[in-house]
């Protein structure tokens, strides 16, 4: 980060080409911040070599993670949920802001579906426990979109943008 970009460029794409991620995200902290770092150029320099989306976002590390986790939902809505999809027959909902941080690993999140499944929605994708990126691909079949934390505000914002599903 500190001036030597193709350093940084080059360790990403070889951990890609160990590990072959569905997707790379480079996110910041205050130095890369303070110098100015293009983290949209970089990320687009990397998915050119590896052919992985590649996401780059300017968090600052001066923020809650609700920022950069804000960013990585609404990244995620508008780069891979399909736009060629039909609603869902029965009713349907996603879950949105469903992280570590707000729901812990306990079962909370489970829970959070086996209510909405008991209230007659099926559950199309959780963002981000529990969802596969196929899964959350298909997003836009929801009739609404259940946010339970800020953390998923981003990803109910570009979701109604695109589809009109409300929140």
């Known amino acids: 980060i500190m001036g030597d970009d193709e350093k940084l460029i080059s360790d990403i794409v070889d951990a890609a080409s160990q590990l072959h991620p569905k997707f790379i995200v480079i996110a910041g902290t205050p130095i890369p911040t303070m110098t100015g770092f293009d983290f949209?150029?970089?990320a687009e320099l990397v998915e050119e070599r590896t052919g992985i989306p590649t996401f780059g976002f300017a968090t600052t590390g001066m923020s809650t993670y609700v920022v950069g986790a804000n960013m990585a939902f609404?990244?995620?809505a508008r780069r891979f949920v399909k736009r060629d999809v039909e609603k869902s027959e029965k009713l349907?909902?996603?879950i949105?802001?469903?992280t570590p941080l707000d729901f812990s690993v306990?079962?909370?999140d489970q829970s959070v579906a086996e209510f909405a499944e008991s209230a007659g929605f099926e559950v199309i994708s959780k963002w981000a426990m529990g969802s596969t990126?196929?899964?959350l691909t298909k997003a836009g079949?929801?009739?609404v979109n259940l946010v339970v934390s800020s953390t998923g505000l981003g990803a109910a914002k570009a979701l109604n943008e695109m589809f009109g599903t409300p929140y």
Do not use: C, D
């Open 96 to 98: 949105l802001g469903l």
């Open 40 to 42: 949209t150029a970089v």
């Open 141 to 143: 079949r929801a009739h």
């Open 92 to 94: 349907s909902v996603n």
């Open 74 to 76: 609404e990244g995620i």
């Open 133 to 135: 990126l196929e899964e």
């Open 106 to 108: 306990n079962g909370s």
